[in-house]
Nanobody, 123 residues
């Protein structure tokens, strides 16, 4: 299992970025997969996940209405579209996946992780 994030960078407040997570070694539909972030001085936290049970989407309250998770099975890639970015969205963003059937979208329950990509929101 391999996860490789890309798309991070420096953006002004109110701007947008799209992160991509290129995956290999597994079938996307069979894995819980999601995005997490670690802000400076904070613990790693959930951003958004796609369930492997029913395909449902979940989001942290702090990003609802601004971020959208999606996947393209033909490209084995998961995306995070981030709009209306705020300085408090500054973090290292990680893609993670797990094959378990009843895993929750929390960092401790996902086995496989990418190396992360830095997102900085600043004027």
């Amino acid at each position: 299992v391999q996860l490789v994030e890309s798309g991070g960078g420096l953006v002004q407040p109110g701007g947008s970025l799209r992160l991509a997570c290129a995956t290999s070694g597994f079938t996307l539909d069979y894995y819980l997969i999601g995005w997490f972030r670690q802000r400076p001085g904070k613990e790693r936290e959930r951003v958004s996940c796609i369930s492997n049970l029913d395909g449902s989407l979940e989001y942290a309250d702090s990003v609802k209405g601004r971020f959208t998770i999606s996947k393209d099975n033909s490209k084995n890639t998961v995306y995070l579209q981030m709009n209306s970015l705020k300085p408090e969205d500054t973090a290292v963003y990680y893609c993670a996946a797990d094959p378990g059937s009843y895993r929750r979208c929390v960092p401790d329950e996902l086995e496989h992780w990418g190396q992360g990509t830095q997102v900085t929101v600043s004027s």
